[in-house]
């Protein structure tokens, strides 16, 4: 998934990465040509302080402008509690990454309205809302810069302690510190290279940096290997405590985590509840849960991990 910024601006706003998959001299390209999709309002409405991160989505429909007649979204509505950690799964193109794009005000809804902390979002300042929200993509663009320096974009003033201190809670510290640069080390094709689990560390490394109330979370599809999984996994875990969370679900683990699923089907919520409700209720939820985690009927009594 892709999250289209519509502007440059935007992308360095939310440090909204860009996709290794397709090409990212290809996006950067396209967020050039693009017009920008939302006007900041002349007099925006103040975001509530402190901020309490609670998301709203009433009757929501959408339709890229590139193809007007899809409807990609055809009224969505959920709403999501301070701290509250939910899930959105479903099939490929359900709408999962555009109900990102909508919060992040890539793009404006056709109908109904979106609200964050009770502010309707076309009403606020762009870059205030943005301010509010952590972006960990699931193809991690990493810069050809120090390793310290990749850390410190998701809030470009901390100090280089406030950048260890994250590092170390997103488990990066370690195999940071055995480089032979540190910190100080330079990533890409002079450098070092980094490892799939150890650029999605960087990423939540960034997050916690970033230390905002709202976590939209795109979990990668591609496996790691069995350790790096585990440092990921953990690292999510603390990056998630204390802040409101929505993640595109792709891992057991991550769903069991999570106070609440709901399910996509054709930019609709068709199904909402637990893991265990939704798997007793034997609907797609079920029957998606029993081809991606790949585990049979058991899968109502599976325990969390221990590293969890
Ligand atoms: P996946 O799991 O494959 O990432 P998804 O559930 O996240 O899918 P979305 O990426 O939200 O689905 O896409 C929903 C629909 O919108 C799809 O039909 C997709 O082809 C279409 N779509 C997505 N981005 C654009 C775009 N920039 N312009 C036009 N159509 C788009």
């Known amino acids: 998934a892709v999250f289209a910024a519509s502007s440059l601006s935007q992308l360095s706003e939310v440090w909204s990465e860009l996709s290794q998959a397709s090409g990212a001299a290809e996006r950067i390209a396209e967020i050039f040509d693009e017009q920008p999709a ?3 309002p002349a007099h925006p409405l103040p975001l509530p302080e402190p901020p309490r991160g609670e998301v709203g989505f009433v009757a929501v429909r959408f339709a890229y402008p590139a193809s007007p007649d899809v409807k990609v979204l055809d009224g969505v509505t959920f709403t ?3 701290g509250e950690k939910v899930a959105i799964v479903g099939p490929s193109g359900a709408g999962k990454s555009t109900i990102f794009s909508l919060l992040l005000r890539f793009y404006d809804p056709a109908g109904g ?15 205030a809302l943005r301010s509010r929200i952590a972006l960990v993509p699931q193809d991690v663009v990493v810069f050809g810069m120090s390793v310290a320096d990749n850390i410190r974009y998701g809030r470009p003033e901390a100090t280089d302690a406030e950048v260890m201190e994250a590092a170390k809670l997103a488990f990066a510290d370690e195999f940071i510190t055995r480089m032979p640069g540190g910190y100080g080390s ?13 650029r ?3 990423a939540i490394a960034r997050a916690i940096l970033r230390d ?5 979370l795109d979990e990668a599809t591609s496996a790691l290997d069995a350790e790096s999984e585990t440092m990921v996994q953990r690292a999510l875990s603390r990056l998630m405590e204390g802040r409101t969370t929505l993640v595109i679900a792709h891992r057991l683990a991550t769903v069991l985590t999570c106070d609440r699923i709901l399910v996509m089907d054709e930019g609709r919520v068709v199904e909402e509840g637990t893991h265990a409700s939704l798997v007793a209720a034997g609907g797609l939820y079920a029957r ?6 790949n585990q049979g009927p058991a899968l109502a009594q599976v325990s969390l991990p221990a590293a969890l």
């Open 186 to 198: 330079l990533i890409g094709e002079r450098g070092v290279t980094l490892s799939g689990g150890q």
């Open 200 to 202: 999605q560390r960087i």
């Open 212 to 216: 905002a109330p709202l976590l939209l």
């Open 288 to 293: 998606l849960a029993d081809l991606q985690f």
């Open 80 to 82: 999501i509690k301070p």
């Open 38 to 40: 939302v006007k900041p």
């Open 113 to 127: 309205v979106i609200r964050f902390d009770g502010v309707p979002i076309n009403e606020a300042d762009p870059k």
